[in-house]
């Protein structure tokens, strides 16, 4: 696993060094391309490998146990003249049953998380490639709500599906996240949707090459009167007062707001959403610190067009910025971690990997302890 991300983070960081030598650049062409050899390069997954695998079926129970009943109730209806029209006529009553009696282990949420990384793999047509960004940014938005205050919003809920929250500016877009999804909880009705949403923000992490990002299932999925106001994510069109009143309402320091910051590295802007538009790195489905490193060693200036007020590189034209970026690199408390970042990647893996972990528990109750959390293996480890 190492040796695969050191040789991902090599070509990435040649590539970007062969940028700066370069007048121009075609980004269109550049991203797919780049995609397109790291898919080849470290995937190589069977063309009939199922979306969602279906969870680890129940150990037979002991004799008088709570569950002993659906089992002798299995026997009879096979033995009982008329037995197998009521089974199938009542279908609903059996499964209930037998779901509520499901303990999910450890490798059940493996099984889930492989479903979400194949998945990856075989619906690679959106954006740069890959859903993997969006599937971050779900699992941020439906974390970010949290106030330490009232100690509501968080990933505990999911209440992302329900109107106004689902329709919030700041959640613009991630409608396609959530659908992606589905297909995945269909195949896993055990698993809640507070979990899995948290559990794709994991695997897209890993997945694009970043760090171990260690997790713990226990979110219940709540109803719409537990959404919560609009304006608690952060606006990108402000500056770092603005950064620290969102980031310091969830309890985060200006190191960790550099760090969350990282994940810039991922995706990119659609003017249909946020109005802005572009990508951060030249490499937006794979996780590097190239984020930092262009923020501060490439030339910005403002965009000269019709949307919002953004900055884009002077050599091609084709990165952009936003106000929020360039404050962390203005402000001189926080563009002492940036410098940290751009100079070590390993030390982002490891801050980002440890803020990344609080931000996924916000509001979350949970009945196990911090030792509790596990640690998924990619598909790339489970192959290797």
């Known amino acids: 696993m190492a040796t695969t991300r ?12 062969s940028f700066k030598n370069t007048a121009t650049r075609n980004y269109t062409r550049f991203a797919p391309v780049a995609r397109q050899t790291f898919r080849q390069q470290y995937r190589g997954y069977a063309d009939n490998a199922t979306l969602a695998p279906t969870p680890t079926p129940n150990p037979t129970p002991k004799a008088g146990g709570s569950n002993a009943w659906i089992y002798g109730l299995v026997a009879a209806v096979g033995a009982i003249g008329g037995g197998t029209y009521w089974f199938t006529q009542n279908p609903d009553l059996f499964a209930e049953k037998v779901k509520a009696s499901f303990v999910p282990a450890f490798e059940d949420y493996q099984k889930v998380y ?4 194949k998945a990856l793999e075989e619906h690679d047509e959106y954006d740069d490639g890959s859903y993997g960004p969006v599937l971050v940014r779900l699992a941020w938005h439906a974390s970010g709500t949290y106030d330490k ?3 509501t919003g968080g990933s505990n809920g999911a209440t992302m599906r329900f109107a106004p929250e689902g329709d919030h500016g700041a959640n613009a877009g991630l409608k396609a996240a959530r659908d992606f999804l589905e297909p995945i909880k269909e195949a896993n009705p055990w698993i809640t949707y507070s979990d899995l949403w948290i559990l794709a923000g994991v695997c897209a992490i890993q997945e694009m090459q970043g760090p171990v990002i260690p997790y713990r299932p226990g979110r219940s999925d709540r109803d719409l009167s537990f959404c919560t106001p609009d304006g608690r994510l952060p606006d990108a069109s402000k500056e770092q007062n603005h950064l620290r009143a969102i980031f310091g309402r969830m309890g985060f320091n200006d190191q960790e707001i550099v760090a969350l910051s990282g994940a810039h590295a991922l995706g990119r802007c659609h003017t249909d959403r946020s109005g802005f538009e572009g990508p951060w790195t030249f490499s937006p489905t794979v996780l590097t610190n190239d984020y930092y490193r262009l923020l501060l060693e490439e030339k910005w200036q403002w965009r000269k067009w019709d949307g919002p007020k953004q900055l884009q590189d002077t050599k091609t034209k084709s990165l952009m910025m936003l106000p929020t970026d360039l404050a962390i690199i203005q402000d001189k408390k926080m563009r002492p971690f940036v410098e940290k970042y751009a100079k070590d990647n390993d030390a ?14 916000l509001g979350v109750p949970f009945t196990t302890g911090k030792d509790q959390r596990w640690s998924f293996k990619t598909l790339d480890a489970q192959t290797s």
């Open 149 to 151: 205050d009232t100690k």
């Open 348 to 361: 982002f893996f490891k801050d980002f990997s440890a803020v990344v972990l609080r931000l996924f528990e």
């Open 114 to 117: 492989n479903a979400i990384a």
């Open 6 to 17: 050191s040789i991902a983070r090599s070509a990435l960081r040649a590539t970007s060094s």
